[in-house]
Structure formats: C-alpha cells, structure tokens
Nanobody, 119 residues
C-alpha cells in the first residue's frame, strides 16, 4: 500500500507565502514523476507543477515564477509558494507515479489540503 502524506497549506494573505510538502511511504520500488494538482470550486483539477526523477520540471503558466518545486529525496518533494494570489485558492493534491511489486506502475493521490488566499 502506498500513501502520500501532505503537509502545509492553510490561510494566507495575498502576497504571502506557504510551503507544501509531500512524502510517499509504503512498498515502493521507484517513483517516476511527482507533482501537485489543484482544484478550485466549480473548476476541473489542473496541474500546478511536476518534477520527474531526472529533475525535469513543468509549471502551469499561472504559477511560473512564484512556485519552486523540488525533490527532497526520491520519495518526497516540496513546493514553496510565494506571492500568492486570491486565484490560487483551491484544494491542492499531491500526486505520484509509483512502481510497486503489487500493482506495477500506478498513479497515487494525497488526501488534498485546502489553501485559502484571502485578506
């Protein structure tokens, strides 16, 4: 069983900063890509940022320059979020493409944590 445990999130004022973290645990053989998605009320879930095991990084256009995804280790990642805007308000989900003996390569999700940007 693979678990993705998220930390960080909460309420912040516009222009403020937060740091999100995600750590994977379980019977993991390898992790390819890890990333963060978000879903705002009434909208579809969208990719915020992703990082491969080789360090290849992608950002959504709306967050480029304000977020900096990194892999702390093979099984964890961090996402400092700066210059936050009201439109960044959403539930943020950690995601990982994980290989295990039981399921082979499969997609896993964290529990989701709300980030609210408001004055």
């Amino acid at each position: 069983q693979v678990q993705l445990v998220e930390s960080g999130g909460g309420l912040v004022q516009p222009g403020g900063s937060l740091r999100r973290s995600c750590a994977a645990s379980g019977s993991i053989l390898s992790i390819n890509t890890m990333g963060w998605y978000r879903q705002a009320p009434g909208k579809q879930r969208e990719l915020v940022a992703s990082i491969s095991n080789r360090g290849s990084i992608d950002y959504a256009d709306s967050v480029t320059g304000r977020l900096a995804i990194s892999r702390d280790s093979g099984k964890s990642m961090a996402l400092p979020m700066n210059s936050l805007k009201v439109e960044d308000t959403a539930v943020y989900y950690c995601n990982a493409l994980v290989t295990t003996l039981a399921r082979g390569r499969a997609n896993y999700w964290g529990q989701g944590t709300k980030v609210t940007v408001s004055s």
